[in-house]
C-alpha cells in the first residue's frame, strides 16, 4: 500500500491484476543477510563479474569499484572518468601471466582498461573521440565499443577500426551473431556490421540497415547460433534469424488500449534468453516467459504483475531455482517453486527451467496449452532506498544489486552464512598452530 | 609517609570529634546513642609497616659494600633502613667461579624479615664493568612488601617479570661492556705499540752508543717487556671475554629497541638543534628521575658523546693504558646508567610497569588475573551495556590472530586498553551517587541464596553436555563449563564460611556439603542466636548487634576521567555486607571492575568482631594505598555500613539524602527498607528490615545531623589487605548455600519454580534471603508502618528505630542473607542519567509490551523509537534504558544513537541497533521512515503509543520483566537484568562451541537453498536438539544464534582485518523477515 501510495504512475492501474504480495515472515526467502556496500555517491548502473570473488560496479559518479563479494570489502576504485561510466567490459585473461582487465566506457570519450587485480589504469584510449554507450567482446583479442561510432580495439588499446553512425542516437546495444556480424541498435533502428577478423587488419563494414520497430529498441539478445530478439519500448518484441536478417515473429503485441501506451508500460525492460529456448522478457511490471522452439513461440510462462514499478532486470540465480527481478519499486523478488510437489523429479531437474518450474519442457508446452505455468513469490528483498538498476547473480553464494540509491547491496543466504561463519571459525581456531 | 594522610587525617579528625560533637549538639538527649561510633579507622594508621610496595635496586659496591642505589618510586620504602636492609639482602655471594670470566646467571629468592615485618623477592643480577674489580658490579633488585602473600602467590609472575626486566638491563650492559672491552684493546694494542716503538726507540739509542748500554737501560727493557707481556695476558683476557660474551649478543629485538631508543634520542637533540640529550630533556625524563643517586650520569650533559651512546660509532682515541702500577679500585664506580645505556633505561621502565602492577593488593591482583582471562581475546567478548556477558572464547590465545597476542603487561591490568565505550564519562558525581546506589543495592539485594538454588540444576544440566564442574583451573581453557566458568567469567565469588574466622583453603572450592551443610534447624538455630547476640550487643558501641550489617567502602578517585572502578564487595555472615568501590581514574581511561564476594555464613559467631577487623583492616589498608594513589587530586571515600535493624540511619551534614527503599520479597509480607543518605559525594545507607510499606521521604525531611553511629570516614582509596585475604582464602559458601537448599527444598521449592532455567552466572545474580520466620512479620509490619510514618514525619522516629529493633521481637524475624556479586564491576550498574540502562524501572512501567522491543532487540533487529521533537528527552530516556539489550562485541562500532531527525537509511541500519529518531509533526511514520528500513525493524512509535514489533514468544525476556515489580531501583533491577542476560550469553557459549564450532556446524548439506529447508533441516535438528538440551525454546533460540553469529563475526573480523588484504569489510546485516503485529504501549 504504502509504495503505491508513493508512486502515482502505479495508482490508476486499475486494469491489471494487482501485485501479489510477500507472504508474511518470508520463509521461502533465503537472501536474508545483506551486506550494504557504500561507496559510490551517485546512481550504480552497471555491476559486472570479474570472477567468482569479486566484482566492479559503476554509475553516474564516474568511478567504478572492485569489492570483494564475500566479506564485501572495497578492493579497489577506479578513478579516472569525468563523466558517468556507461559501460563495463571484462577481458578475461588469456594466457596465464596476464591479469584479466576491466574495460570502462564513458560519456567522457574516453575508454580506460583496468587491471581488475589491482584497479590499476593500464591503457586510455580516446582515438573514438565520441561517447561510448556499450561495449562489446568479440573475442579474447577484440572488442567493440559502440556509442556515437563503432570502434574496434585489440585488447592492447590499439585501434583497429572505426565507423562512424549515421543515425542520430547513440548506439547503445551489440550483440554479435554468426557469420561474424555485429547487430547494432540504435534507437528504433538495427544496423548490420560484417566484422573481418583477419588477423592482420581486422574491419569492420556496415552491411545492413532494418527499421521495424516503431519505438526505440530497449533490448537485444541472441537467442541461439539462428536468432536473436529485439524488444522495444512498445512492448514489441521481435524475433529475427541469423542467417538472413528476417523478422520471424512478433511475440508481444501492443495491447489494444491505445492510451496507455504513451507511458509504455509495456515497455520490453530486459530480454534474457535461457537454453537457448526460452526467452524471458520483462515488460512492464511483469515478466514472460515465450518458448521459442515451439513453433510460434508460445507463452509458457507469465507473471502479469509481478512488482508495483517496472522490472528493470531480471535474472537467474541459485542455477535456476529462483528467478529475480528487480524493479523501480525498489524491490527486488525472487520467484519460483514454493515447496518441488515430486522430490524424486527434482533431484533430477538439470537444466534452468526444469529447476525453476519443476516440469519438464514437454509438460510445460503442454500446460501452456491451456494455462499459463505461474511462478510462484517466495520472497521480496526490500533494502534499496531507489530503483533497482542492476542484478548480477553469484550463484549459491549471493546476489549483488545496485541501485538508484548509491549503494550495492550483496544478498546472502544467512543460513548459508552461518555455516561458513563456523567453518571460518572453526577454521581459525583449529588451525594447526591457532591455539597456543 | 603520613604527609600525604593530611587530609584524611583531617577528616578522621572531624569525624571523630566534630561530627559526633554537632550531633549531640543537636539532638535532644534521648536521641543521643546509646554508644558511641566506633573508632574503626585509627587502627589501621597505627598500625606498623604500613607502606607501599616498592623496588629497590642494590648494589654490592666494591668500595662501600651493600648499598641502596635507587628505589622505585623514588620515595619509596622512606620508612625502613634501606642500607640494612641491602645489606641483607646482598649478603651473598652466588657468582659461581672464580677461575676466568663467565656468565653468571641471575639468582631470584625470596626474603622475609619478620622483624620490619616486610617481604622481599631478590632479584641479583651481575653487571660487567671493564672498570670494577673482576669486571663484575654485584647488583639486586628487590621488590619489598609487606604481603607475604602476594610474593608467594605471584611469584611466577614476579620472576618471570623481573627477569624479563632484567634483561634489558643485562643485555644493554653487555653491550656496553662490550665495548668497552674492545675500546681497552685498542688501548693495549696502543700501549703496545708505543711500547715497542720506545724499545725500538731505545734500541736505536743503544746502536748509536753501543757502549753507553747500562744497568739502567736494561732494566728499563725488563720492565717494558713485563709490561709487554702483562698487555699481551690482559689482551688475551679481554679477548677471552669477548669470545664469551659477543656470540651472546645476538638478540635482534633488544637491539632494535635500543637502536629505536637512541635514534629518538638523538633525534630530538638534532630537530632542537642543540643539546637536548639532557637530563632536562623530556625523553630524559625518567632518567633524570633516577639519576640522582648516579651522581656521575650528569655526563649524559655532553650531548654528542653520551654515554648512552650504544650504536653510534664513536670516534675512539686509543690511550695509554697504565700498567706499572695495581689498579686503583677507589675510582668513582659507574651508575647504571652506564653500565646499561639503554638497557637501563627500558629496564627501569619496564621495573617501574612491574611496581605498578604489583603494588596492587594481593586480592585486586588475584581477581585481575583470573578476569583479565576472561576478557582475552577481546573480540570475542559479548557485551551489554556495560557488562560483558561473556567470553566465548576466552583464553584461547591465537598466534595467527594479532588481535590476541596481548603485551604482558597489557594482559596483566584487566581491562587496560579495554576501552569501555562511554566509561570515560563516568561523570564524578554522578558516577559516585550511581556507584553508592549500587552499594546501597549492594545491601537489599535479594534471591542470593535463591539463585544458588536456582542455578544449581543447570550445573548438572550443563553437565550433560560436559562440563566439568566447579575446577578453578578450568578457566584456562576454552571452558565448556558450568558453574566454575561462568563463575571465573564474570567475578570471582570466594566464600568463605567463617564461626572463627578461620577461612577454609582458597584454592579448593569446598563441595563437602556436610561441613557446612545447613539444615533447617541449624538455620533456625543461628538466627536465634543473631537474635540473642542482636539483644545483647544492641547496648554495645559497636553496631554488631544488627542482623546484617552492610559496610561499604567507596572510595571515587573524581577526576575528569574517572576510568578505573574497583568493586568488592564483601559479605560477611551473610549479614555483612562490605563493599569497597574504589574508582579511579587514570590517564588511560582503563576500567577494572573487579568484584569480590565474600561470604562468612556463620552468623552465630561474634559478627561484630569481624567486622570490627575488617574494618581495621580496610582502613589501614586505604591509607597504605592511598600512598600510591597520590597522583589523585581528590580521593574520597566513603566508609558505610549499613545496618539491618538495629541501627538507625545516620545522616551526616546536610547534603542531600536520599531514602532508598528495598524491595519486597516476592511472596512475603516482610520487607526491607533501606534508607540510604547520600550527601554531596559522600553517602551512608542503611538498611532496615522493618516494612512492607516502602519508604522514600523525600529527602530533606530526612536530614538530620546526627551520628548514631555510623561511621563515615574519609579515606584515599585502596584495597584491604585483609578483605583480599578473605577473599583469596575463602571459597565455597556458594556451594554451602548451594547443598543448603537442596536440603531445603521446602523453603527454596518457590524460588526454584521460578528459576529453574536460570544457570550459572549467578555471580551477579542477586540473592536473597533463605528462610523467613513468620513469627514476627506481624509485627515487624505494624512496626513498619509506624516508622514509616515517622521516618517522614522527623527525628523521632530514629529513637523509635532503635528501641523497636532492640526489641526481641522484630530480632526474631530471621535475617537473609544478601550478597550481591557485580558483575565486572560495580559501575556496570552505573544507571545514573546517561548511562546505558537508566531509569529502566521507569520506561519498563510507563510503556507496555516493551518485551517486544527487547527481542528485538537481544535478535539483532535494529529499533527505531520515533517521537516527535517534543517527546525529545522521552526518547531519549528510553533508548538509554534499552541500551543495555543491545549486544555487543569488541567491535568498537557505535550501535546506538539517541536522537536523530536524519532520515535513516538501510545503511544506517548495518550499524545502528537502537535509535531514536524524531518524527515529523502531522506526518505518518511511513514518511519518514523508508519502506526498506521499516521493515527490517522494529518501530516504537512514542507519538501515538504503538509498537510495531515481530512478537516475542519465549522465556527469557518474560522472566526478566515479569519480576520488575519486585525491584525499586534500577541498579537492583540493571543487575537482575544483567544476571539473566548472562544467562543467555552463557547459552550462547555452549551453543557456540557446542554446535557451531562442532563438527555439525560446518557442513552446508546443498547449496541449494529450497534444499537447505529439508537436508539443511538435518542442521537445524542438531541445532534444535542443541537449543532443546540448552533448555532454549522459541523465540529465545534467535537471540542465541544472534549473540553467537555476533561473536562469530567479531571473530572473523579480527582475523580479516588483518589479513593482507586492505580495504574494510562490511558488516553484514540480517534482514529479518517476520511477522509484524502492532501493540499498545
Given at each position: 500500500m504504502f509504495q503505491r501510495l508513493l508512486n502515482p504512475v502505479d495508482r490508476n492501474r486499475k486494469d491489471t491484476e494487482p501485485c501479489e504480495e510477500v507472504e508474511d ?7 536474508t543477510e545483506i551486506l550494504v556496500l557504500q561507496y559510490h555517491n551517485d546512481i550504480v548502473r552497471l555491476l559486472l563479474q570479474i570472477n567468482d570473488k569479486r566484482f566492479v560496479s559503476a554509475g553516474d559518479d564516474n568511478i567504478a569499484v572492485i569489492w570483494d563479494v564475500q566479506y564485501g570489502r572495497h578492493v579497489a576504485t577506479l578513478i579516472g572518468h569525468t563523466l558517468p561510466i556507461t559501460s563495463l567490459l571484462l577481458l578475461p585473461r588469456v594466457e596465464e601471466n596476464n591479469d584479466s582487465c576491466i574495460v570502462t566506457g564513458s560519456s567522457d570519450k574516453h575508454i580506460k582498461i583496468w587491471s581488475a587485480e589491482t584497479g590499476e589504469c593500464l591503457t586510455d584510449l580516446t582515438e573514438h573521440e565520441s561517447s561510448i554507450r556499450c561495449l562489446l567482446l568479440i573475442n579474447q583479442e577484440i572488442f567493440c565499443a559502440g556509442g556515437n561510432s563503432v570502434s574496434l580495439w585489440n585488447r592492447n588499446g590499439k585501434l583497429l577500426d572505426l565507423i562512424k553512425n ?7 546495444l551489440m550483440i554479435t551473431i554468426k557469420n561474424d556480424r555485429l547487430i547494432t541498435a540504435a534507437d528504433r533502428d538495427l544496423v548490420v556490421y560484417k566484422l573481418n577478423l583477419d588477423k592482420m587488419l581486422p574491419k569492420l563494414e556496415k552491411i545492413d540497415h532494418i527499421q521495424s520497430h516503431f519505438e526505440a529498441i530497449q533490448s537485444l539478445t541472441p537467442i541461439s547460433s539462428s536468432c536473436f530478439a529485439t524488444g522495444s519500448v512498445d512492448g514489441m518484441i521481435l524475433l529475427w534469424t541469423s542467417s538472413n536478417l528476417q523478422q520471424t515473429k512478433v511475440l508481444h503485441e501492443v495491447p489494444e488500449d491505445k492510451s496507455d501506451v504513451k507511458r509504455f508500460s509495456y515497455n520490453v525492460q530486459s530480454l534474457v534468453c535461457v537454453q537457448e529456448r526460452y526467452l524471458f522478457a520483462a515488460v512492464g511490471r511483469g515478466f514472460y516467459v515465450f518458448d521459442i522452439a515451439s513453433d510460434k513461440g508460445k507463452l509458457v510462462i507469465r507473471k502479469k504483475t509481478a512488482h508495483l514499478s517496472k522490472i528493470t532486470c531480471l535474472g537467474f540465480t541459485c542455477e535456476g531455482e529462483i528467478l529475480a527481478t528487480c524493479s523501480e519499486d525498489r524491490c527486488m523478488r525472487l520467484w519460483g517453486r514454493k515447496s518441488s510437489s515430486d522430490p524424486w523429479k527434482a533431484d533430477r531437474a538439470i537444466t534452468t527451467i526444469e529447476r525453476f518450474t519443476g516440469m519438464q519442457s514437454h509438460e510445460l508446452l503442454n500446460l501452456a496449452q491451456n494455462s499459463v505455468w505461474e511462478p510462484s513469490l517466495l520472497g521480496e528483498c526490500c533494502a534499496h532506498g531507489g530503483p533497482i538498476q542492476g542484478f548480477l547473480d553469484f550463484e549459491y553464494e549471493s546476489i549483488v544489486t545496485c541501485g538508484s540509491d548509491n549503494i550495492v547491496i550483496i544478498w546472502k543466504n544467512s543460513e548459508m552464512q552461518k555455516v561458513r561463519r563456523n567453518q571460518a571459525v572453526q577454521k581459525l581456531l583449529l588451525n594447526a598452530d591457532g591455539i597456543v | 609517609m603520613f604527609g600525604e594522610y593530611a587530609q584524611i587525617a583531617t577528616y578522621l579528625q572531624q569525624t571523630r570529634d566534630g561530627a559526633p560533637q554537632t550531633a549531640q549538639e543537636c539532638l535532644p538527649p534521648y536521641l543521643c546513642p546509646t554508644y558511641s561510633p566506633p573508632?574503626?579507622?585509627?587502627f589501621g594508621l597505627e598500625k606498623k609497616n604500613n607502606f607501599e610496595d616498592f623496588i629497590m635496586i642494590a648494589e654490592f659496591s666494591e668500595l662501600e659494600g651493600p648499598k641502596p642505589v635507587m628505589t622505585i618510586p623514588k620515595e619509596g620504602g622512606a620508612h625502613i633502613d634501606q642500607n640494612a636492609f641491602a645489606v641483607k639482602i646482598l649478603a651473598v655471594d652466588f657468582q659461581t667461579s672464580s677461575e676466568g670470566f663467565s656468565i653468571t646467571e641471575d639468582a631470584q629468592v625470596l626474603i622475609s624479615d619478620t622483624e620490619l615485618g616486610i617481604h622481599a623477592f631478590v632479584h641479583h643480577l651481575i653487571l660487567y664493568d671493564n672498570t670494577a674489580r673482576g669486571f663484575v658490579r654485584p647488583y639486586c633488585i628487590t621488590y619489598i612488601t609487606t604481603e607475604q602473600r602476594k610474593l608467594l602467590h605471584f611469584y611466577e609472575d614476579i620472576s618471570l617479570q623481573f627477569k624479563k626486566a632484567a634483561r634489558y638491563l643485562k643485555y644493554g650492559n653487555k653491550i656496553v661492556f662490550v665495548g668497552d672491552l674492545e675500546r681497552h684493546l685498542k688501548d693495549l694494542e696502543h700501549t703496545k705499540g708505543y711500547l715497542l716503538n720506545q724499545v725500538s726507540k731505545m734500541r736505536l739509542k743503544d746502536d748509536l752508543n753501543e757502549n753507553q748500554v747500562n744497568e739502567a737501560r736494561k732494566n728499563a727493557e725488563n720492565e717494558m717487556y713485563r709490561t709487554l707481556q702483562t698487555i699481551r695476558q690482559s689482551s688475551i683476557e679481554i679477548k677471552e671475554i669477548i669470545s664469551i660474551l659477543k656470540p651472546l649478543l645476538n638478540d635482534r629485538r633488544l637491539e632494535a629497541k635500543f637502536r629505536e631508543l637512541e635514534d629518538k634520542a638523538f633525534q630530538q637533540t638534532t630537530q632542537a638543534g ?8 623530556n625523553w630524559f625524563n625518567d632518567l633524570s628521575s633516577i639519576e640522582e643517586c648516579d651522581l656521575r650520569s650528569g655526563s649524559l650533559n655532553e650531548s654528542k658523546v653520551s654515554p648512552l651512546t650504544l650504536f653510534k660509532p664513536r670516534d675512539y682515541k686509543p690511550l695509554l693504558v697504565e700498567t706499572k702500577k695495581a689498579k686503583r679500585f677507589n675510582a668513582p664506580l659507574r651508575g647504571l646508567h652506564e653500565l646499561c645505556s639503554w638497557g637501563a633505561k627500558e629496564g627501569l621502565k619496564k621495573f617501574r610497569n612491574i611496581h605498578n602492577h604489583f603494588k596492587k593488593e594481593a586480592m585486586v591482583l588475584d581477581l585481575e588475573r583470573n578476569e583479565s582471562r576472561m576478557l582475552r581475546p577481546r573480540c570475542t567478548s559479548l557485551s551489554h551495556g556495560h557488562c560483558v ?18 603485551n604482558e603487561f597489557e594482559g596483566w591490568s584487566m581491562y587496560s586498553g579495554h576501552q569501555w565505550g562511554s566509561s570515560a564519562s563516568l561523570e564524578s558525581l554522578d558516577s559516585f551517587k550511581s556507584a553508592d546506589d549500587g552499594s546501597l543495592l549492594s545491601l537489599n539485594t535479594f534471591n542470593s541464596l535463591l539463585a544458588e538454588t536456582e542455578y544449581y540444576p543447570d550445573v548438572e544440566n550443563f553437565n550433560d553436555i560436559n562440563v566439568d564442574k566447579n575446577g578453578p583451573d578450568t578457566s584456562g581453557s576454552p571452558r565448556v563449563s558450568g558453574k566454575s566458568s561462568l563463575k571465573s567469567n564474570l567475578s570471582m565469588l570466594s566464600i568463605c564460611k567463617t564461626s572463627d574466622l578461620d577461612f577454609t583453603d582458597s584454592q579448593t572450592i569446598v563441595e563437602d556439603d556436610s561441613e557446612y551443610l545447613f539444615s533447617e534447624k541449624n538455620l533456625v538455630e543461628v538466627n536465634t542466636k543473631v537474635e540473642s547476640s542482636t539483644v545483647s550487643l544492641s547496648s554495645h558501641t559497636f553496631p554488631k548487634a544488627s542482623q546484617c550489617s552492610n559496610i561499604d567502602i567507596s572510595s571515587i578517585r573524581e577526576t575528569s576521567d574517572v576510568s578505573t572502578h574497583l568493586d568488592i564487595l564483601l559479605n560477611v555472615n551473610s549479614h555483612q555486607v562490605i563493599t569497597f568501590k574504589n574508582i579511579m581514574s587514570d590517564k588511560t581511561n582503563h576500567i577494572k571492575c573487579i568484584s569480590i564476594p565474600l561470604d562468612i555464613d556463620d552468623s552465630s559467631s561474634i559478627p561484630s568482631d569481624i567486622s570490627v577487623n575488617e574494618m581495621n583492616s580496610l582502613e589501614s589498608n586505604n591509607t597504605q594505598s592511598a600512598k600510591s594513589d597520590k597522583q589523585f587530586t581528590e580521593e574520597q571515600v566513603t566508609f558505610r555500613e549499613n545496618f539491618c535493624k538495629s541501627e538507625v540511619p545516620e545522616i551526616k551534614g546536610d547534603g542531600k539524602s536520599t531514602l532508598s527503599t528495598l524491595l519486597e520479597e516476592e511472596d512475603n509480607s516482610k520487607h526491607y527498607v533501606k534508607p540510604g543518605l547520600q550527601f554531596g559525594p559522600f553517602s551512608i545507607a542503611s538498611v532496615e528490615e522493618i516494612s512492607s510499606v516502602s519508604l522514600t521521604p523525600s529527602s530533606d525531611s530526612y536530614q538530620t545531623p546526627s551520628d548514631y553511629g555510623c561511621s563515615f570516614l574519609k579515606l584515599p582509596s585502596g584495597i584491604p589487605a585483609n578483605m583480599s585475604q578473605l577473599a583469596q582464602e575463602l571459597n565455597g559458601l556458594r556451594n554451602d548455600y548451594v547443598s543448603k537448599f537442596y536440603v531445603e527444598e521446602d523453603d527454596t521449592a518457590r524460588y526454584r519454580a521460578e528459576s529453574d532455567t536460570s544457570s550459572a552466572f549467578t555471580e551477579i545474580s542477586l540473592r536473597d534471603l533463605f528462610s523467613y520466620r513468620d513469627n514476627a512479620s506481624d509485627h515487624n509490619k505494624n512496626h513498619q508502618l509506624q516508622t514509616g510514618k515517622d521516618i517522614s514525619d522527623g527525628i523521632i522516629k530514629g529513637k523509635q528505630f532503635y528501641e523497636d529493633v532492640d526489641s526481641p521481637v522484630p530480632c526474631a524475624s530471621i535475617w537473609k542473607p544478601r550478597c550481591r556479586l557485580y558483575t565486572l564491576g560495580e559501575w556496570i550498574s552505573n544507571s545514573s542519567i546517561g548511562k546505558p540502562g537508566s531509569c529502566i524501572l521507569e520506561v519498563l512501567s510507563s510503556y507496555q509490551n516493551l518485551h517486544h522491543i527487547i527481542y528485538s532487540l537481544l535478535s539483532g533487529r535494529p529499533v527505531l523509537i520515533a517521537a516527535s521533537v517534543r517527546l525529545e528527552q522521552e526518547v531519549i530516556k528510553l533508548v538509554r534504558a534499552l541500551t543495555i539489550f543491545v549486544p555487543m562485541t569488541k567491535r568498537k562500532r557505535q550501535n546506538v544513537l539517541e536522537w536523530t531527525s536524519k532520515p535513516l537509511s538501510i545503511v544506517d541500519l548495518a550499524k545502528l541497533k537502537l535509535v531514536g529518531i524524531c518524527r515529523p509533526d502531522k506526518r505518518s511514520l511511513d514518511s519518514f521512515i523508508p519502506c526498506a528500513v521499516k521493515k527490517t525493524c522494529s518501530i516504537v512509535d512514542l507519538e501515538k503509543r504503538v509498537i510495531i514489533a515481530s512478537p516475542y514468544q519465549g522465556f527469557y525476556i518474560s522472566a526478566m520483566m515479569s519480576k520488575r515489580k519486585l525491584f525499586k531501583t534500577d541498579v537492583q533491577y540493571l543487575s537482575y537484568i544483567h544476571w539473566w542476560l548472562m544467562e543467555l550469553a552463557a547459552k550462547a557459549f555452549l551453543f557456540f562451541h557446542s554446535f557451531c564450532l562442532s563438527s555439525t556446524g560446518s557442513i552446508l548439506y546443498s547449496l541449494s537453498p529450497r534444499d537447505q529447508h529439508d537436508p539443511y533441516s538435518t542442521t537445524e535438528k542438531t541445532e534444535s536438539t542443541i537449543m532443546t538440551k540448552l533448555g532454549i525454546r522459541d523465540c529465545d533460540c534467535e537471540i542465541i544464534q544472534h549473540f553467537s553469529e555476533l561473536v562469530k563475526l567479531a571473530k572473523i573480523e579480527s582475523k580479516i582485518s588483518h589479513g593482507t588484504d586492505s580495504g574494510s569489510i562490511v558488516y553484514p546485516f540480517n534482514i529479518q523477515h517476520k511477522v509484524c503485529q502492532t501493540y499498545r504501549c
Open positions: 515472515g518470508q520463509p521461502h526467502n533465503p537472501y549515421s543515425a542520430a542516437e547513440d548506439i547503445h | 573508632q574503626l579507622y585509627n642543540e643539546d637536548k640529550l639532557s637530563l632536562q630533556d556477558t561473556g567470553n566465548f572464547l576466552s583464553d584461547v590465545y591465537m598466534k595467527n590472530v594479532p588481535n590476541c597476542v596481548t
